[in-house]
């Protein structure tokens, strides 16, 4: 601490909308409280030197040479990813129950009665909506398709997606589209997040199929910028702040 305020470092990425709002987040917090001063931390500001000056951290940790880095310094860490628990290490996520529950709910309340459902395979989050929206809509006796990323596409949801995930396509694009092509008409799909939904937009255009008359998409986060870009546009839950 110096000067009596506390030197929190925040690394969070700002590329999506849960990221920017987020940062939005934690700044409102450390106003409110008025003892914090908060530092936005680059990839060039991780070395043991900068890091140990300071109280404490709120990261997004994707990886675990990232966490290790973090917990050498002795300080307080609070993980607002939470990829996997990490001991002595607080953390603040996303309830991805509610979230799909939520979704679940907004399309039965339509009278919906074929559903879908469309994320990354062993992705945390992903994996986390997608068991929770097939076991909502499972309780009132629906079923639900759910893709299934292939394993040439695997890809761990880490700073390497962050960075080289494309928004119009992905790296298995020529299968989502296979199985987009196959889903019966006015189907509910529900996506893992924009970025997922938008891909599935691009590619129900070249195959012919109408969203919303053939195929009603729902995403997460309410990124207004990349959902206005849709044509339609893009129907979102927004996560609280």
């Known amino acids: 601490m110096t000067d009596g305020l506390y030197q929190v470092g925040l690394l969070a990425e700002r590329t999506r909308a849960y990221g920017r709002q987020l940062c939005e987040g934690v700044a409102s917090y450390a106003a409110e409280r008025g003892d914090w001063t908060l530092t936005p931390l680059e990839m060039d500001d991780l070395v043991p030197a900068k890091l140990k000056r300071m109280d404490g951290f709120i990261v997004r ?6 966490a290790r880095l973090f917990i050498g310094t002795g300080k307080p860490i609070v993980d607002v990813f939470y990829r996997k628990p990490i001991p002595g290490v607080g953390v603040v996520d996303t309830n991805h129950v509610e979230v799909a529950h939520f979704a679940a709910e907004h399309f039965l309340a339509r009278h919906f009665t074929s559903f879908a459902y469309c994320g990354y395979d062993g992705v945390r989050f992903s994996d986390t909506r997608r068991e929770a929206f097939v076991q909502t809509l499972a309780r009132r006796a629906f079923d639900c398709t759910c893709y299934m990323t292939p394993a040439s596409a695997m890809r761990r949801f880490d700073d390497d997606i962050i ?11 020529a299968a989502l589209k296979k199985w987009l092509s196959r ?15 938008y891909q599935v937009l691009r590619l129900c255009r070249t195959l012919g199929i109408r969203v919303p008359q053939d195929l009603a998409i729902l995403g997460v986060d309410n990124d207004t910028l990349l959902c206005s870009f849709a044509s339609p546009m893009i129907s979102s839950i927004e996560i609280g702040r």
Do not use: G, Q
């Open 163 to 173: 960075r080289h995930e494309r928004i119009s396509a992905d790296a298995d694009n």
């Open 61 to 66: 940790p994707m990886d675990d040479a990232l």
């Open 183 to 197: 889903l019966p008409p006015h189907t509910a799909l529900f996506c893992c997040h924009d970025r997922r939904a």
